[in-house]
């Protein structure tokens, strides 16, 4: 089949792979968002499927709204059979949906209909999850609602943060997507509707979100740290000034902190949370790098009492 492949970030560069590598389809073109500031240097850089997509030599289109007249132009005639879409981040008008003949097929790092929304993943872990997967399904209006072409699972591990179990389901899901696509072009795979029943949704997580309550007990603190590493990034504050952390690590047999107190012994440095509490692992204080919290604590040199905001 002609595909218009649509993704953006680093996620969806084993799909774009593997449909480049694939002698069943050829992909035409890429449909990413549009070029973006990144960085220290906050300078203006191709997303990573563009870069993929411009080696492969493949077209790039980078509509600021996939609703631009011009945009739905180009797509028309480049007569896609299909397009498929992983991690694109942006909203799929009715008039773009309706120009490949086989629409637009998405690959959702979920099984469906659990999850529906832009932070599937890091909400399976925040809510503690045992297992995920993800899902290719035909895109339709409703947000994440189309039927289900097809699904692999994925079990999440203790020590999981969303970015190593992204990972992973990138790759097994660049699969899944493949092998749709075939199923389809051979006209031997069909959707089927999504359960009424088992619906949730995961909004993307935010930096507010991602301010850690140590009031919470220590398993709801590690699975927000979990979930939000590496983005939006964990933090807390520590004498007015932002800390940003690792992953931690529950301590159940340690004696027992009040809520955001910081003990530091010779190997560990402990905080206090509702119930028992969490070994700090590594972190960055505002404006530095990345240290351990021994090193950090060494060098605050922490008194009786002192605790995160």
């Not at 003949?101 to 999850?129: E, K, T, Y």
């Not at 959707?191 to 009031?215: E, H, M, Y």
């Not at 070994?279 to 021994?294: F, N, V």
Request: aromatic share 4%; with cysteine; glycine share 10%.
């Amino acid at each position: 089949m002609r595909l218009v492949f649509a993704g953006t970030p680093e996620t969806a560069l084993p799909s774009l792979r593997a449909l480049i590598d694939s002698p069943r389809h050829e992909v035409v073109a890429v449909v990413t968002r549009p070029d973006a500031q990144s960085g220290r240097g906050r300078k203006v850089h191709p997303s990573p499927v563009a870069e993929l997509a411009e080696e492969a030599g493949i077209e790039v289109l980078r509509p600021a709204k996939a609703g631009d007249p011009d945009f739905l132009k180009q797509l028309a005639e480049l007569e896609p059979d299909c397009c498929p879409v992983v991690a694109y981040g942006a909203l799929l008008p009715q008039s773009a949906l309706d120009v490949p003949r086989h629409g637009w097929i998405n690959l959702h790092f979920s099984i469906l209909p659990a999850w529906r929304g832009a932070a599937p993943v890091q909400h399976a872990v925040l809510h503690g999850d045992e297992i995920t997967g993800a899902s290719t399904f035909q895109i339709v209006k409703a947000l994440d609602a189309g039927p289900v072409y097809g699904v692999v699972t994925e079990e999440i591990r203790p020590a999981d943060t969303s970015g190593a179990l992204l990972d992973r389901l990138a790759v097994s899901g660049a699969d899944l997507l493949a092998a749709t696509l075939d199923g389809v072009a051979d006209g031997k795979l069909e959707p089927r509707p999504q359960p009424s029943d088992g619906v949730s949704l995961a909004p993307k997580i935010n930096v507010t979100d991602a301010r850690v309550d140590w009031s919470a007990p220590a398993m709801r603190v590690d699975r927000l740290v979990r979930a939000c590493t590496p983005n939006p990034g964990p933090w807390t504050e520590f004498r007015g000034h932002r800390l940003k952390l690792g992953p931690v690590r529950p301590a159940p047999s340690a004696e027992p902190l009040a809520p955001g107190v910081v003990s530091a012994g010779k190997s560990v440095v402990l905080v206090g949370t509702a119930t028992h509490p969490v070994e700090l692992g590594e972190l960055q204080p505002q404006g530095k790098r990345l240290m351990s919290a021994g090193e950090w604590a060494r060098g605050m040199r922490l008194e009786s009492g002192d605790r995160f905001e």
